[in-house]
């Protein structure tokens, strides 16, 4: 089946600590995504990728990174410079870039801050 | 710059009653509109559009959302819920172009039995 999973599930992390979370897609998109979820604000965009070897930065970069070396995996790095980590982490591809086009979602990571 | 707002964020009905989830958006150029819907402990799905054209869209499952560039709205309604309908509902809009969603802060709907 097509899809997009993301991995872990669940990730407890120590202050001071840099943690990845892995997102891959096997449904050929071009443009992925990275956002945050916290209670009552919705869904803030940390960074997108229109294609392979670029990316660009949403509205609540600091503190995290990514790379996109193959098409399918577009992993976020969340470092220790990012005061409040503790979140829902969703991941999402769509067929290109684009607002229009259909953006389809991963389960999610919750990340915890220990 | 675009901006949505949800106006309730949280909305409780009871089973087979109606319900309207309300959405404005601001912006200065013409855009493109969405619904997505947000299940318990997963991920979003969409659950309608607005691109163009006519300007009531439906789902498969018996949500309708109508475009009202006059008011700037993009209310969701539904005439009769069920217990499935519980979930986390998020309006997002868009322009033209390679510009990225914006989301609005979401609307719980809780239907009671």
């Known amino acids: 089946d097509g899809g997009i999973t993301q991995s872990p599930k669940y990730l407890f992390r120590k202050e001071g600590q840099n943690v990845t979370l892995s997102c891959e897609q096997n449904?050929?998109?071009?443009?992925m995504y990275w956002y945050r979820q916290d209670p009552g604000q919705g869904l803030r965009l940390i960074y997108y990728?229109?294609?392979?070897?670029?990316?660009q930065k949403g509205d609540i970069a600091e503190g995290y990174s990514v790379s996109r070396e193959k098409k399918e995996s577009f992993p976020l790095t969340v470092t220790s410079a990012q005061k409040n980590p503790t979140a829902f982490y969703l991941c999402a591809s769509s067929i290109e870039a684009g607002g229009y086009n259909e953006q389809f979602f991963g389960p999610g990571t919750r990340l915890t801050v220990l | 710059a675009q901006s949505v707002t949800q106006l309730d964020s949280q909305v409780p009905v009871f089973e087979e009653a109606p319900v309207e989830l309300r959405c404005n958006y601001s912006?200065?150029?013409?855009?493109?509109l969405f619904w997505y819907v947000q299940y318990p402990n997963q991920g979003l799905q969409l659950l309608l559009k607005?691109?163009?054209?006519?300007?009531l869209v439906e789902s498969i499952n018996g949500f309708e959302a109508e475009f009202n560039k006059s008011q700037t709205s993009f209310h969701l309604r539904k005439p009769s819920v069920h217990i499935s309908d519980t979930a986390e509902y998020f309006c997002?809009?868009?322009?033209?172009?390679?510009?990225?969603?914006?989301f609005g802060k979401g609307t719980r709907l809780s239907v009671i039995a």
């Open positions: 997002a809009v868009t322009p033209s172009g390679n510009t990225p969603l914006v």
């Open positions: 912006s200065s150029v013409s855009v493109y």
């Open positions: 990728s229109q294609i392979v070897n670029d990316f």
């Open positions: 607005y691109l163009s054209g006519s300007t």
């Open positions: 449904l050929n998109h071009d443009a």
